[in-house]
């Protein structure tokens, strides 16, 4: 499979019209104040210009995206700036759902070889109570009760919930979330980035 039919994930493109008559001078020169920041470098060459950040500061605008290169085209309409931007950030955000599902199915997978011994601990333990004595029922508390809580033994000691130690819930509740997480910021860093950028090159115009 090509990667540019992946690379999407962490790659982010698009135009931006330019003022009519603006040059690539003029237009990397009001970009500056975006691209001039610490551990930012740059490198022109006629109508692009290429950056590279490493340990961008945190209030780089900019900061989420570790390469980038900036064209000045000539399009239908006239001049237009191209952006190709890199992120590797969105790229580990969206392995991680695939990370936990990982461990999802790795959970799963230790539950089922595990269930035998549980089983037969789970019925020697049953047999063991058939064979004692059998005491009164203690009532539940009302506040448990209406909580949802599960009734407790006839000793009046909670259930056993070792049952959940092979839950993969946590997992997928974990995956979710970073899904979450990338869905919201692949979108919002796409218009963000366009954002920032027209502001620059349209202001003062």
Known sequence: MPLRLLDWIWHIRGTVDLPAGQTSDETFARLQPLL????TSQQRGGDDLRFHKKDPASQDAMAVFENGLLQVEQGPAGPVLRYHLISRALLLCFL????????????????????????????????????????????????????????????GKKPDRKGDKYSPTSAYVFASLFALLYAIGRILEARLVKMRLRKRLWDEV
Do not use: C, H, S, Y
């Open 36 to 39: 001039r920041q610490p551990g």
């Open 96 to 155: 991680a759902p695939l990370l936990f599902l990982g461990f999802a199915q790795l959970t799963i997978a230790v539950g089922e070889w595990q269930k035998p011994a549980a089983e037969a601990a789970a019925k020697a333990k049953a047999d063991k109570k058939k064979d004692a004595k059998k005491d009164q029922v203690m009532p539940m508390n009302p506040i448990d009760k209406a909580l949802g809580a599960p009734a407790p033994d006839k000793d």
